[in-house]
C-alpha cells in the first residue's frame, strides 16, 4: 500500500513568520513530488513540483526532499494571510498512467 | 497558459437523471483525468486517459462512463447517481502520461438528490 502523510494541523504561524509543511511517503521508488495549495471550496493550486535531492526555491516558496528519508516539506517564508489555505503533498510512484497519490492536507492558518 | 476549464461549474441532478460534466485543454497535453473529491478529503483518482485512451479505471462505479472525444476534450457521462455521490469533481491534464506535472480545472460541484 503507498502512502503519503502529513499532519492535518492547523497549523497556526503569525504573519511574517516561516510555515513549515511536512510530508513522507512510504515508497523509497517515488519519483517526483509536489506541493498544490487549495482554498477552501477551490480546487487545487500547483506550488512547487521537485524530482531530485535537495532544495528548490520559487520566491517565499522552498521545497525540500530528501529520498533516503522518504521526507519532502515546503517552507514559506514571509507568511501572508493570503497564504492560509489547505497544502496538499502529492508523490508520483512512477508506475504507468501518471498516477498521483494525495496526502491528507495541511490546514495552514497565517494570522495577522 | 496553464488553463483547464469545466463546464458547468454547479450541479444539481436527481437520481434518476442523465447529465455530463465536460473538461476542455488546449495545452496540447495528452494526459488527462477525472478526480473526484469529498469535503475535508484529499483528491482521489476515477479515470486516466492517456493519447485519447482510457489507461487506468480505478475501481469506478459504471454510473459514472467517461469519454475522451479528441486530445483536448473529456467528458464524464452520469447516470443514475446516488446521494453519496454528491462531490467535487476535478478534472486535470499533464503533458504526458509519465510523472509530468498534473494541472487541475477549477472543478464542478455535484448535488445528487
Redesign the interface.
Known amino acids: 500500500q503507498k502512502e503519503v502523510e502529513q499532519n492535518s494541523g492547523p497549523l497556526s504561524v503569525p504573519e511574517g513568520a516561516i510555515a513549515s509543511l511536512n510530508c513522507t511517503y512510504s515508497d523509497r521508488g517515488s519519483?517526483?513530488f509536489?506541493w498544490?495549495r487549495q482554498y477552501s471550496g477551490?480546487?487545487?493550486?500547483?506550488i512547487m513540483?521537485i524530482y531530485s535531492n535537495g532544495d528548490k526555491e520559487d520566491g517565499r516558496f522552498t521545497a525540500q526532499l530528501n529520498k533516503a528519508s522518504q521526507y519532502v516539506s515546503l517552507l514559506i517564508r514571509d507568511s501572508q494571510p493570503s497564504d492560509s489555505a489547505t497544502y496538499?503533498c502529492a508523490v508520483?510512484w512512477?508506475n504507468?498512467?501518471?498516477?498521483?497519490t494525495?496526502?491528507?492536507?495541511t490546514r495552514l492558518m497565517v494570522k495577522p | 497558459d496553464?488553463e483547464v476549464t469545466q463546464t458547468p461549474k454547479h450541479l444539481v441532478m436527481g437520481m434518476t437523471n442523465k447529465k455530463s460534466l465536460k473538461c476542455e485543454q488546449h495545452m496540447g497535453h495528452r494526459?488527462m483525468?477525472w478526480y473526484k473529491q469529498k469535503a475535508k478529503?484529499?483528491?482521489e483518482?476515477m479515470f486516466?486517459y492517456?493519447y485519447e485512451k482510457l489507461?487506468?479505471n480505478e475501481s469506478v462505479p459504471s454510473r459514472f462512463s467517461p469519454e475522451c472525444p479528441n486530445s483536448s476534450l473529456l467528458n464524464l457521462h452520469l447516470h443514475a447517481l446516488q446521494p453519496e455521490d454528491s462531490a467535487?469533481y476535478?478534472c486535470a491534464s499533464?503533458p504526458?502520461?509519465?510523472?509530468?506535472?498534473?494541472?487541475?480545472?477549477?472543478?464542478t460541484r455535484l448535488l445528487v438528490l
Open positions: 519519483q517526483s509536489f498544490y477551490k480546487s487545487p493550486e500547483l513540483s496538499l508520483n512512477g504507468a498512467g501518471n498516477m498521483l494525495f496526502g491528507g492536507g | 496553464t494526459a483525468y478529503k484529499p483528491p483518482l486516466v492517456s489507461s487506468i467535487l476535478l499533464s504526458g502520461p509519465g510523472g509530468e506535472t498534473q494541472y487541475f480545472g477549477p472543478g
